[in-house]
């Protein structure tokens, strides 16, 4: 495949399991749901994703798969405790939550890609069970 498309889907990918993961978060925190709270959400989903594509171009995909946690969990638990007003417990519970519900697309794109021999299957398959 084109290295252009094989970017853009496993960016896809991480854009999906974003989105994925902190909708659970914020939902499992109880943010109501109204237009606002969807806007604000969004671009902070969006300054989110864009603060990890800088970390990407910045020190490169090792360093920041390693700083995974910090560039992604913790701005989910801090949105919560900020925005949402919630206490720290129920924010960390949340994003404890969340992540436990993005494994099964986990495993099933591990699945797809092992089939098809490709990391890019295994992408795709993620995104198809976020999905679903």
Known sequence: MDKLILNIIEFSRYWFALLFGASIAVSFAGMERTRKNYLVFGCFTVALFAFELTSLQLWGMDITLRLYPLLSHLPVVLFIIVYLKRPLLIALTSMVVSYMCCQPPRWIGSV?????????????????????
């Open 112 to 132: 797809a890609g092992a089939i098809f021999r490709s990391a890019s299957f295994n992408h795709i398959g993620y995104i198809a069970t976020v999905f679903l």
